[in-house]
Each structure stands twice: as C-alpha cells, then as structure tokens.
C-alpha cells in the first residue's frame, strides 16, 4: 500500500464522525421515584421522593451507556404527612448527615435497540451496594409537544434496607425489609 493511500485511509478514518454517543438529562417533574414496602409484614404502603437530578449517556450503537441519579432524601414523602418527620429522623433516612441517595452504573444492558437492565451501585446512609434496575418499556423519540428528543422508561429494583443499616422496626422475618423502588424515567437529549 503505498504511503498515500495509507494518508487516505487514516484521513478518512479522522474525518467519522465520533460515536453516537447522547446525553440526556432527567426531567424531575416526570421522573420522581417511588418506593414501596408492607408494613409491619401487612399492608403494602407506598411513598415517594420529589426531587432528582441525573444523566442518562448512551451509544445505541455500541450497546454501551452510563447512568448517574441523585435522589433528594429530604424529599421523601409518604401519604401520611404525620410520617414526614419519623422518615427523615435518624431512625430511617438521617437526612441532616445523608441528604442524597445516588444510583451510578456503566454497565447498561440491551436486547436489539432497548435498554432492559442497568447494573450499578446504590449508595444509602453512606453505604454502597450493588443494585441491578430492571428497566421497561425503554423508547426514544421526539416528545409529542415541544418537539425534544427523549427517551422513556419504567425501573424497578429492590434493596433490603437493613443492609445500608435502616434497622428500625425490623424482627426477624419482618417483609418490611424489602423496599421496592419504582423510577419512572423521562430524560432530554442535552
């Protein structure tokens, strides 16, 4: 191959474009997480968090991406306004020495062109653990009415929050261990 031609080649190599790489940043009116536990091993009581703030980085093409979400302890909310300051008390979230909970992963799953899973770690009460997101209903398009592009979804993962050290109230065998997390996902392209 002769000198030019290799000058051709590593030009046209310069000249692609750089992956597909996108960036979208959550909108926190449309993606508030939340969570669900039975109480006191019974009923199935639900709450949720009202702020967050993440991005979402992903090369469809190289089936790769990273997910970075902060979630506002603070803004813990169950449907009992008189729970308000017990969850954010020492006994449960400690929000005064734990103000976020933050879910990082760069290890996105895909089956063909939609995102299904997203293993990462989740870090709670200044514990870090592994927590894999099952993820629904992925889609990206332009949004119906301001034209953006986005991408949509649905995760769920589940976490036993004594293993970050949230103990109040459990006994052994006490279901209310488990906390299931529900994050509705809505994101614009940056």
């Given at each position: 191959?002769?000198?030019?031609?290799?000058?051709?080649?590593?030009?046209?190599?310069?000249?692609?474009?750089?992956?597909?790489?996108?960036t979208y940043v959550l909108d926190p009116t449309h993606s508030q997480p939340t969570w669900e536990t039975r109480h006191i091993g019974m009923s199935l009581q639900r709450g949720s968090f009202g702020k967050l703030s993440g991005k979402i980085t992903l090369d469809r093409a190289a089936k790769k991406g990273n997910v970075d979400i902060t979630i506002d302890a603070?803004?813990?909310k169950p449907?009992?306004?008189?729970?308000?300051?017990?969850?954010?008390?020492?006994?449960f979230f400690n929000v005064e020495k734990f103000p976020t909970?933050?879910?990082k992963s760069d290890d996105v799953v895909f089956d063909g062109d939609r995102v299904v899973r997203v293993n990462g770690n989740f870090t709670m009460l200044g514990v870090t653990k592994p927590l894999a997101l099952q993820v629904a209903?992925?889609?990206?398009?332009?949004?119906?009415?301001?034209?953006?592009?986005?991408?949509?979804?649905?995760a769920t993962g589940t976490i036993k929050r004594s293993e970050y050290g949230m103990t109040n109230g459990l006994n052994v065998g006490n279901p209310a261990d488990e906390i299931r997390l529900l994050i509705p996902v809505e994101a614009y392209k940056e």
């Open positions: 191959m002769s000198i030019r031609m290799i000058a051709v080649v590593v030009g046209a190599a310069v000249a692609l474009p750089a992956a597909a790489q996108e603070n803004s813990v449907f009992d306004a008189r729970l308000d300051p017990i969850l954010r008390g020492d006994r909970m933050e879910f209903d992925f889609k990206c398009g332009e949004q119906a009415f301001n034209k953006k592009p986005m991408c949509g979804a649905d």
